[in-house]
């Protein structure tokens, strides 16, 4: 038993000299220095978010599980393959007080250029009510999101680097953002076990439009994860664990300016202060899969700065777990997952992915 385990041991030791290795070249490049907590500080941030069905059941952050999933190259562009060509998704994700995002994805070989991702996607926050400077209602206003990718990726020996080129659209009333951003990523694919290591840095770019002309404040929700899928040969678990805001390194836990200068009810005051651990935690997100047979599996995830961030002291509950199923009959894979964000509830995910070579596929028939 110790001869199975001893060199996943050992490789997640490797992972975490890269993954710290990454935070210093990024901090000496001057990426994110200066950049405080995560929250609310970005345009476009919902090009974050996960939207599919296998990304939420894992945890939310994930950039090496892919397993035939068209979904995984708008979480990383080096996971764009050949195996994906003619599968499209359709996803239906539903957040908190009615808010929908619904997005298409599909890959495609196109001749010698290899194959191609395309993404659709659009978020809907509904109808709000519209108030002047005196109160007085004038009426409603809608706001949403759109977002457009292409996407490609060359295999090169065991590696595969891609590219996701975005055109992203943020809409409040008749205010409007418009962007260009792209996703540079990389992974290493095992040539005879089930591992896959991925890098990626998401959401470099500029804006076209603002909302505001002469705004000088526009700042994209660059992002760079790194992480690693593998499944031992005797167990039916393919776990992942992925660490993000490399470039911010031991920054992102946020601090409460309510509790500030707080005191208990002996007089003492509050101590905010995070522990290292803690702020090391924030930066990980566990996922697996339990794979009982290529058309059936369970998924588990957990999403540690989810759990820190909006956990309730006093009942902690399952916040910052997610689970989920996958299902495949025939052409057809359907999945479903849930992510609890909070006490109050969870948000659901269901995704439907479909083989478009196997659908129309001529059949043959023998006189």
């Known amino acids: 038993m110790s001869k199975l385990i001893l060199p996943y041991i050992s490789f997640f030791k490797h992972y975490i000299k890269v993954s710290i290795a990454t935070v210093i070249i990024l901090n000496s490049l001057g990426i994110g220095l200066g950049m405080g907590q995560i929250g609310g500080i ?28 068209v979904n995984m190259f708008m979480a990383n ?51 709000f009510d519209s108030y002047d400077e005196m109160g ?21 020996s065991h590696f595969s680097i891609g590219m996701n080129l975005k055109y992203a659209q943020s809409r409040i ?15 290493f694919l095992h040539p005879t076990k089930d591992l896959k290591v991925g890098l990626v840095f998401k959401n470099i770019g500029f804006p076209i439009t603002d909302y505001v002309e002469g705004n000088t404040s526009f700042v994209m929700p660059f992002d760079a994860q790194l ?9 039916p678990l393919r776990f992942s664990i992925t660490s993000h805001h490399l470039h911010q390194f031991l920054n ?10 707080k005191q208990n009810g002996f007089g003492e005051n509050i101590n905010q202060d995070v522990s290292f651990a803690d702020k090391l935690s924030r930066h990980f997100v566990i996922g697996g899969e339990f794979v009982f047979s290529k058309n059936f599996n369970l998924r588990l ?16 509950g399952m916040v910052g777990f997610s689970y989920g199923v996958m299902i495949r009959i025939k052409r057809f894979e359907l999945a479903y997952s849930r992510a609890i964000q909070h006490l109050a509830g969870g948000s659901n995910n269901f995704t439907v992915i479909v083989n478009l070579k196997s659908v129309f596929k001529k059949k043959i028939v023998i006189e």
């Open 252 to 261: 992102i836990a946020y601090e409460d300016p309510n509790q500030k200068n």
């Open 77 to 127: 562009p080096g996971l764009l393959v050949d195996s994906l060509n003619g599968l499209v998704s359709f996803n239906h994700y539903s957040y908190f007080a009615g808010v929908q995002n619904n997005q298409f994805a599909g890959a495609m070989k196109i001749g010698k250029t290899g194959t191609w991702g395309i993404s659709l996607q659009q978020l809907n926050y509904g109808e």
């Open 42 to 69: 970005a345009t476009f941030e919902f090009l974050n978010l996960p939207t599919h069905a296998r990304l939420i059941g894992l945890g939310g952050v994930n950039v090496s599980s892919s397993h035939k999933d």
């Open 136 to 156: 007085e209602n004038t009426g409603t206003f809608t706001a949403n999101d759109f977002a457009l990718i292409i996407s490609h990726a060359h295999r090169i």
């Open 227 to 235: 992480g690693f899928s593998i499944k031992p040969e005797k167990m």
């Open 301 to 316: 995830g957990y999403n540690f700065l989810t759990r820190k961030e909006l956990q309730v002291e006093q009942r902690k």
């Open 173 to 187: 009333d008749s205010y409007a953002a418009s962007g260009i951003l792209f996703d540079l990523g990389g992974t």
